[in-house]
């Protein structure tokens, strides 16, 4: 099956600094990439839709310039957490669906992220 | 926001089939049910989907009420392994899916007990 791969799989930083999350499609192409974050014992919640050459699109209360997402090739999307802080800390986990044609949505592992 | 209802916790004895109830009673004549299940600190893992038929594969079956307004997930002999948190989702046909992303509701804390 499709594998997505994600890098780094845990992360800690200090508060301020910013943090690069990956998102790589590793045997098929991803137009559309998705960004979830999860907070411990709660749902997966979307953050972003990135599309692979254009500006990604954020859902409500989800701050772009705060979390930066770059889709610059069709198997890779990177989200970037710019100073972060420790109320960012949460599981990242993104998704990208094959542009194949049949849009099925594949996910990766994960990332956790902690900020101290 | 999600388009089902799932109970919050199921508990399940390890070889026992396991079944799973999801409620989707405003789902649309073209959308597809779809299972994912999340076990701890991992990404979600597909398990079947289905339109009108029932679905078998190798993790699990799916069964769909004739009017489509409900379904049950059946793991036929749940293992310590399954442990996990079950989500039940809608989404539009392939095709018609855009950029709609999974909307993942709160799911089912599924344990599997020795």
């Known amino acids: 099956g499709a594998v997505v791969s994600q890098h780094p799989s845990r992360v800690i930083c200090k508060s301020g600094t910013s943090v690069k999350i990956e998102c790589r499609s590793l045997?098929?192409?991803?137009?559309?990439m998705f960004w979830y974050r999860q907070f411990p014992k709660q749902s997966l919640m979307l953050m972003a839709t990135?599309?692979?050459?254009?500006?990604?699109?954020?859902e409500q209360g989800v701050e772009k310039d705060k979390f930066l997402i770059n889709h610059a090739s069709l198997t890779l999307s990177t989200l970037t957490v710019a100073s972060a802080h420790p109320e960012d800390s949460s599981f990242y986990i993104c998704?990208?669906?094959?542009?194949?044609?049949?849009?099925?949505?594949?996910f990766g592992p994960g990332t956790r992220l902690t900020v101290t | 926001d999600a388009k089902t209802t799932q109970p919050p916790s199921m508990d399940c004895a390890e070889g026992r089939a396991a079944n799973l109830p999801c409620n989707h009673s405003?789902?649309?004549?073209?959308?597809?049910v779809y299972w994912y299940r999340q076990i701890h600190s991992q990404g979600p893992q597909y398990i079947i989907h289905?339109?009108?038929n029932n679905e078998t594969n190798e993790m699990a079956s799916l069964i769909i009420t004739e009017d489509r307004k409900s379904s049950t997930l059946i793991l036929p002999h749940a293992t310590l392994r399954d442990t996990a948190v079950y989500y039940c989702i809608v989404r539009p046909p392939y095709g018609d899916s855009g950029n709609t992303p999974l909307v993942f509701g709160k799911g089912t804390r599924l344990s599997v007990i020795a």
């Open positions: 998704s990208a669906r094959d542009s194949s044609g049949g849009y099925e949505q594949y």
């Open positions: 405003t789902i649309s004549g073209n959308e597809y």
């Open positions: 045997d098929f192409q991803a137009t559309t």
């Open positions: 289905g339109l009108k």
């Open positions: 990135s599309n692979e050459g254009s500006k990604a699109t954020y």
